[in-house]
């Protein structure tokens, strides 16, 4: 296809004409790269045959180059070949040249004797010696044939400066230029690509962005079509962010055959990143400013750069072409060369290590302190990451021996806290031998996070250990050395929880502070902490937890920082008390914050926890969607997910009867749990086995799992009911003793622990498993203890099922108890507590409920959009789109894009929650 031609192809006809009557003419047509002359040469061709004309074309290539006459090989036929073979045998002298030459010469007029001949070059400029002696010959002597030649050169190539070709210019009878295609022509193009009209909004960005080019404006085309995208207003962004591959290819090209000033001082503006510098261009090119400015005229003749300074490449692609033609060493000399300058110019230290980060060098003392002083500032605005870089580069400039090492490891680990916490624990344990002073060690030791201590603590526990023991009895310590010795035992007593005599020892360690233990600082809130978490895992007495956790978290400042201590053991705690608004609270002002820096530890630990809090209040889509959503956060932020992480999301799944989905959890959480051989794998292998009715086997597996528990010390019911769930399938079995002897143990736990949510669901089960007025009163007594619970959900189940226990004996009752269960199940969305006729309430299904945001992102990547450009319509980042659309594949069960549209055609009008 070719467009807006017509004047040039109608000059190249006026110039047939004159041959006709022996008057032949020579038409030299210019542009810059990517120009079209290429597909202009080929029309002309097609237009000449149409038209009777013979046309000879040839193309000419740099690589064939050294090749003598090899354009004129291309333009005459075989016979000429064969003429031209018989001098092989000696050298070319003057006379035997000449002779060619003329041969040559008399050949063409020949074939011009009947009509005229149409001679096409194109790329002239790349044309070798002896053609170009051939082609200065004829066109000197056109005057006398009936012959039109038509050469193509590139502007802005230094062999389209050569004396040879400047002479063949000199004689044109046209000099045609090549112009961009207007925005009309444009639209045609996309219209012919896609087979289908351009909106006018991507139309323009077509344009814009290949500035009417049509070699850049055909690769943008092409490749769009091919990644799947319309010509449609939504993917306007997508064509500017483009960078196709046989543009680059081409530009490389381009590129390779400049000489050596002009790719130095490409290189040099690439990694410049285009800054506004003469003065530093120059320098880093290794360039003198005339230089500089002859290498920058050659770049824009080409259509490269920008014409005027201050000097931008023409488009990404070239910017792109220029770093990939780079050798890797040379790219971090360069980086590494211009960091020295800015350094020496007093830049500010972000601008240095912005290039430092790319350099491959020898350690320097004055790269160490700008990449820190770089890593504090990014640190200061949220972007830890960049700080991370910025702290990883100065480690490789920090030779082994370096006394700054230390510090800067606790700096990189401090860091890597917001989204790495497991590397952090590692960096800080790599630190704390590096410190002289026992106080420096116990510094970067307290930044260790507590939750990275829970499965392996491995060498960190070691080094924990070992300083308490330095610091010396704390009873002893005062001011910062007590302090810091608090904090470590809190650490300590996490690490050990798995332990029963370690978890035994830290509820006799909270018992011993008293009824109201010191909260004043910071250690004394970070130890109590870690000792009510000992105590909620043990199972004793939730009323002392929620007493102190509610004390903790109001002294202590919801900040960003306190995700890495303690309290995140206080706010789990807090929920698995049942004491919901206190760690609500907390956790909304974590939420905040974290929406304004990129911190994916602390985003994953509030969903994590919000999870956690919707299972409590019975909200089982709500928990679904949160885990689910929990643990595509951990998989695309963190390497790998924590224990606690873990445990919550597996437990929020078991919590809504899915126990599916609690084994891809598991399945995807591989660090944790490979083969699914923890007692929390065995939890989920009963659920699985119960789901199918294989019941025997669940209730291995549910025993397996209880054991587990009871060696480690863990014996809050509420951290899993496997007791009440073994009980109902033990009756289900016929094995009424065993059902009986699980469920009062359940009970003597659940009062022990003292929540009542967990009594009132341990006594619902015990009252469906006993028979007579016996079980009734059970149920009763389930009733009247949830009716304080946060759980109204598990109310309903029990005025459910009371209802139906009760319809012989009190109908009235038994209608009493039924419609306020179905008004509980209605008012807090558990339709399928509701069975159908002859069905018995099942666990809920999973279900489609999108919320406003998941809804509203699907339907736009339903139509098309890119996750960029639905990030920026629906203004989030396009990481937030991403997490949505996987947590919506997962709700409505598809694989991926592709089979969204279908899938939200089905969606009913219910499906979308606030």
Not at 437 to 461: F, K, M, N, W
Not at 828 to 838: C, K, M, N, Q, S
Request: charged letters at 25%; a negative charge; hydrophobic letters at 40%.
């Amino acid at each position: 296809m070719l467009l807006e031609r017509e004047p040039e192809i109608a000059s190249v006809t006026a110039s047939l004409r004159q041959a006709r009557v022996g008057r032949g003419q020579l038409v030299v047509i210019g542009g810059g790269l990517g120009a079209g002359k290429s597909r202009l040469i080929h029309a002309l061709r097609e237009h000449a045959l149409a038209e009777g004309v013979t046309a000879l074309q040839a193309s000419c290539a740099l690589s064939e180059r050294d090749f003598a006459c090899g354009m004129v090989h291309q333009l005459l036929d075989s016979a000429l070949l064969l003429a031209l073979s018989e001098q092989r045998g000696s050298p070319f002298t003057e006379t035997t040249e000449n002779q060619v030459l003329e041969n040559l010469h008399e050949l063409v007029r020949e074939l011009s004797g009947e009509s005229p001949l149409l001679i096409l070059v194109d790329d002239a400029h790349w044309a070798d010696t002896a053609s170009l002696d051939w082609l200065n010959r004829l066109t000197e002597r056109l005057g006398e044939l009936s012959i039109v030649v038509v050469v193509t050169v590139r502007e802005g190539d230094p062999l389209a400066d050569q004396s040879a070709l400047r002479e063949i210019a000199g004689r044109a009878t046209r000099h045609l230029t090549l112009g961009p295609l207007s925005p009309g022509a444009t639209k045609i193009a996309v219209a012919e690509e896609f087979g289908e009209p351009g909106d006018d909004s991507f139309v323009r960005s077509c344009h814009e962005t290949s500035a009417g080019r049509p070699l850049f404006l055909m690769s943008i085309l092409t490749d769009l079509r091919q990644l799947g995208y319309h010509p449609i207003a939504e993917h306007a962004e997508a064509v500017r962010q483009l960078l196709p591959t046989a543009l680059r290819q081409r530009i490389m090209a381009c590129l390779r055959s400049q000489p050596e000033p002009v790719r130095r001082f490409a290189h040099a503006l690439a990694v410049l990143d285009e800054r506004d510098s003469r003065d530093l261009l120059c320098t880093l090119a290794c360039l003198a400013p005339a230089d500089c400015a002859e290498a920058a005229d050659s770049l824009a003749r080409l259509g490269l750069l920008n014409p005027l300074p201050p000097h931008h490449f023409f488009h990404p692609s070239v910017l792109d072409a220029v770093e990939q033609s780079m050798p890797t060493q040379q790219w971090a000399v360069l980086h590494f060369r211009l960091a020295e300058l800015l350094h020496g110019c007093d830049s500010p230290a972000e601008d240095v290590a912005a290039h430092l980060v790319h350099a491959d060098h020898d350690p320097a003392p004055w790269a160490v302190e700008v990449l820190r002083s770089a890593a504090r500032t990014t640190s200061a605005r949220g972007e830890f990451e960049t700080a991370t870089r910025y702290l990883r580069c100065a480690l490789l400039s920090c030779t082994p021996d370096d006394a700054g090492r230390a510090q800067l490891l606790v700096d990189l680990a401090t860091a890597e806290r917001r989204f790495d916490p497991l590397l952090s624990a590692q960096h800080l344990s790599e630190a704390l031998p590096l410190f002289a002073s026992t106080i420096d060690r116990c510094r970067a030791a307290v930044r260790i996070e507590p939750l990275t201590l829970g499965q392996h603590p491995g060498q960190a526990l070691d080094l924990l250990e070992g300083l308490r023991t330095e610091l010396g009895d704390p009873a002893e310590l005062s001011g910062e050395s007590h302090e810091m010795s608090l904090r470590l035992e809190a650490r300590v007593r996490y690490a050990r929880h798995r332990d029963p005599a370690d978890l035994a020892d830290a509820v006799d360690r909270l018992a011993g502070l008293g009824e109201h233990p010191p909260l004043a600082t910071a250690g004394e809130r970070e130890l109590v902490g870690s000792l009510i978490f000992a105590a909620t895992m043990s199972g004793s007495g939730s009323a002392r937890v929620t007493e102190l956790g509610e004390r903790i978290v109001r002294r202590e400042p919801a900040t960003m920082e306190q995700v890495h201590t303690a309290t995140p053991l206080v706010v789990r705690s807090l929920i698995l008390a049942d004491a919901l608004d206190q760690a609500v609270t907390w956790l909304d002002l974590i939420a905040i914050q974290e929406r304004r820096v990129s911190a994916p530890a602390a985003r994953v630990f509030v969903t994590v926890q919000r999870a956690l809090i919707a299972v409590r209040q019975g909200k089982t889509a709500e928990a679904a969607g949160l885990a689910g959503l929990a643990l595509d956060l951990a998989n695309h932020t963190l390497p790998s997910a924590s224990e606690g992480c873990t445990h919550a999301l597996v437990l929020a799944a078991m919590g809504t009867g899915d126990a599916a989905t609690a084994a891809r959890f598991l399945g995807r959480c591989n660090d944790y749990d490979a083969g699914g051989t923890s007692w929390l794998g065995k939890l989920v292998r009963g659920g699985l086995a119960a789901t199918t009715g294989n019941h025997p086997v669940a209730l291995e597996y549910f025993h397996a799992c209880g054991r587990e528990l009871d060696a480690a010390g863990w014996r809050n019911p509420e951290l899993v009911p496997w007791r009440s769930w073994a009980a109902l399938l033990h009756h289900r079995l016929g094995q009424r003793a065993a059902a009986e002897e699980l469920i009062e143990e359940e009970h003597a736990r659940t009062v022990e622990w003292g929540t009542l949510q967990g009594q009132g669901r341990a006594l619902r089960v015990w009252g469906s498993i006993t028979e007579g007025n016996a079980g009734i009163e059970l149920l009763r007594r389930s009733a009247a203890v949830l009716n304080g619970s946060v759980n109204r959900v598990e109310q309903a189940k029990t005025g459910l099922l009371l209802g139906k226990r009760l319809e012989q004996s009190d109908p009235a009752e038994s209608q009493r108890q039924r419609e306020q269960g179905l008004a509980l199940a209605d008012e807090h969305e558990a339709p399928w507590l509701v069975p159908t006729p002859g069905e018995a309430p099942q666990a809920p299904a999973p279900r489609p409920a999108l919320t406003c945001s998941e809804h509203r992102i699907a339907e736009l990547a339903a139509r098309g959009l890119t996750n960029q450009l639905i990030a920026e319509k629906v203004d989030v980042t396009p990481r937030t789109v991403e997490k949505h659309l996987t947590s919506v594949y997962r709700k409505l069960g598809v694989s991926g894009r592709g089979a969204l549209p279908a899938a939200m055609d089905q969606l009913p009008p219910s499906s979308t929650t606030d």
